[in-house]
């Protein structure tokens, strides 16, 4: 192990242990790398294929039922936002002018067979006024496809084990 002197800027010494060619060293005082092993590129991440190819996932067929046609989908847990439980296609594009989603799900109460209400929190504005629920949605609520996803039939890409 060799000691260098190092001068900071404040004009001080510090003393900076440095090895020689870095951790590893034989009896001769000449460092020799660690052997490499080759790890096959599919042993990496996720996807169990080459890193050089070009896969093409399965097409996914999105839901077309109707709005009310289905019943409303489980959470994975209490605070999770509900999955949409019928096919969106016609309701997007969600624009600063229109959301299709308020046409139905603008009501204060929920009553069976009728579309689930929006709750309190969508219209609260949580940055300005917290304490305050005001009578349209918020802007960082507006675009309700943020956060609630629509069903669709393709697989689980990852296991997923999360217990709330």
Do not use: W
């Given at each position: 192990?060799?000691v260098?002197?190092?001068v900071?800027?404040a004009?001080?010494?510090?003393?900076?242990?440095?090895?020689?060619g870095?951790?590893?060293?034989?009896?001769?005082?000449?460092?020799?790398?660690?052997?490499?092993?080759a790890?096959?590129d599919t042993?990496?991440g996720?996807?169990?294929?080459?890193?050089?190819?070009?896969?093409?996932?399965?097409?996914?067929?999105?839901?077309?039922?109707?709005?009310?046609?289905?019943?409303?989908?489980?959470?994975?847990?209490?605070?999770?936002?509900?999955?949409?439980?019928?096919?969106?296609?016609?309701?997007?594009?969600?624009?600063?002018?229109?959301?299709?989603?308020?046409?139905?799900?603008?009501?204060?109460?929920?009553?069976?067979?009728?579309?689930?209400?929006?709750?309190?929190?969508?219209?609260?504005?949580?940055?300005a006024?917290?304490?305050?629920v005001?009578?349209?949605?918020?802007?960082?609520?507006?675009?309700?496809?943020?956060?609630?996803?629509?069903?669709?039939?393709?697989?689980?890409?990852?296991?997923?084990?999360?217990?709330?």
């Open positions: 192990m060799r260098r002197r190092v900071t800027t004009g001080s010494v510090v003393l900076a242990a440095a090895l020689a870095g951790c590893a060293s034989t009896s001769s005082g000449v460092a020799t790398p660690a052997p490499a092993s790890i096959p042993s990496l996720l996807v169990k294929a080459s890193v050089f190819d070009t896969p093409t996932p399965p097409p996914v067929k999105p839901d077309e039922s109707a709005p009310g046609e289905r019943p409303a989908l489980p959470r994975p847990y209490t605070t999770a936002p509900p999955g949409i439980p019928h096919a969106t296609a016609d309701f997007l594009p969600i624009t600063r002018q229109q959301n299709m989603c308020l046409d139905c799900h603008a009501v204060k109460e929920r009553k069976p067979g009728e579309p689930t209400p929006i709750p309190p929190s969508h219209y609260t504005d949580y940055r006024a917290p304490e305050r005001g009578s349209e949605v918020v802007g960082t609520r507006y675009v309700c496809v943020s956060c609630h996803v629509g069903r669709t039939d393709a697989p689980e890409l990852v296991g997923n084990t999360f217990r709330p």
